[in-house]
């Protein structure tokens, strides 16, 4: 066999391979029936704004208070409505021929440049999009069913009124399951953020057995069996080297659950993420703080994170994730699993599981 016959031989294995979580394969563009988080709050006040999440242009809108959102392309010719103005309250006109749609409904209300009685009035509506606002983000539900309470994606304590939230959202190169994976991956951060300055005073350990539980909320976690800080590899030496400045101990507790949720208890506070599609090869990285306090906790924890939690962490710590995700090949590439890839085979699975599955990608763009 030539040396490109086995190539292909080890790509067509593992295609095979991943040919085993069918829903998940399908799924490049994220899962329908589920609430994103797609913006904060705070940025958008009287301009409107356009975002892409799984695969589908939204306009999201202000209007006397309530954010609306839209399918952000007018019927007419298609020109994004996110580049229109208002003219009328409670409406949004198309900036190419006024077409003029109502925000809470998607109906189109009038047609400017053809009159008051033009009579395409009521016989388009652009879809619309549940909107929620709650700790200090914009959340937008895609799906074709009624959407569910916020809480059914969203852990009730991050949305708790009087919790201290804090974070940043950036868009980022590769698909949103490479970064999901690398979320609940249980063995890259025992190399590749070894030497970050954030884990500088943390004992960190060489390699880790765990299993995977699951809990009635929906999440999956690892669970510790075996851990191991300075190891001999037979014929090769003992590794990691000895760092007696490394004395913090204690490590976190680590869980997924869908959408695309990742949850990490510290002792003192958690740290969410959230993988939300925007296209095959990009997706929003939401990372965000929470602590639950009193009013001087919220403001002593703020401090804390703008001193250096979102420098070390949120910054310097993930942008190591950021450039893996990045390297990661397509899915034709082969892999080979190993035994931490457990934590990768069991979310897998739970995405098989999910409700939000049955409009394929095919049915909406790309191919997975």
């Keep these: 066999m030539t040396t490109t016959e086995r190539a292909n031989a080890r790509v067509g294995d593992q295609t095979a391979e991943f040919a085993r979580w069918p829903r998940y394969r399908a799924a490049q563009l994220g899962f329908t029936e589920h609430w994103y988080p797609v913006a904060r709050s705070r940025e958008l006040r009287a301009h409107p704004r356009s975002v892409t999440i799984l ?5 999201l809108k202000r209007d006397r208070g309530k954010v609306h959102a839209l399918h952000d392309r007018c019927a007419h010719r298609g020109i994004p409505l996110s580049r229109g103005r ?54 937008v539900y895609v799906g074709d069913q009624n959407p569910p309470p916020l809480e059914a994606d969203v852990p009730a304590e991050f949305i708790a009124p009087g919790a201290m939230v804090a974070g940043r959202i950036t868009h980022r190169a590769g698909n949103w399951r490479y970064a999901a994976e690398n979320g609940f991956d249980e063995a890259h951060a025992k190399f590749l953020h070894r ?38 590899y037979p014929g090769l030496g003992r590794w990691p080297k000895a760092r007696p400045w490394r004395f913090k101990k204690g490590g976190a507790r680590v869980s997924i659950r869908m959408p695309g949720t990742l949850r990490v208890r510290f002792r003192e506070w958690t ?5 939300v599609p925007t296209d095959a090869e990009h997706h929003l990285y939401v990372q965000f703080m929470h602590k639950q306090t009193g009013p ?73």
């Design 86 to 139: 208002q003219v009328f309250p409670g409406t949004f006109s198309c900036i190419y021929h006024g077409w003029t749609y109502d925000l809470g409904t998607g109906e189109l209300v009038a047609a400017l440049t053809d009159g008051p009685d033009s009579p395409i009035c009521g016989k388009v509506r652009l879809r619309t999009f549940p909107v929620e606002e709650r700790a200090g983000l914009i959340w």
């Design 271 to 275: 740290h969410y993420e959230w993988y």
């Design 195 to 232: 030497d970050a300055v954030w884990m500088l005073f943390r004992n960190f350990p060489a390699w880790m057995h765990t299993k995977i539980v699951e809990d009635d909320d929906g999440w999956i976690t690892r669970v510790p069996t075996d851990i191991g800080f300075q190891t001999d």
């Design 296 to 368: 001087v906790g919220r403001l002593l924890t703020r401090l804390r994170y703008w001193t250096y939690i979102h420098w070390l962490f949120h910054w310097r710590f993930n942008e190591q994730d950021r450039h893996m995700v990045e390297l990661l090949p397509g899915r034709s590439h082969p892999e080979r699993l190993f035994r931490p890839d457990a934590s990768i085979t069991a979310w897998r699975k739970l995405c098989e599981q999910d409700r939000g599955i049955e409009l394929s990608v095919d049915a909406r763009r790309g191919n997975g």
């Design 55 to 59: 695969g589908q242009d939204i306009f």
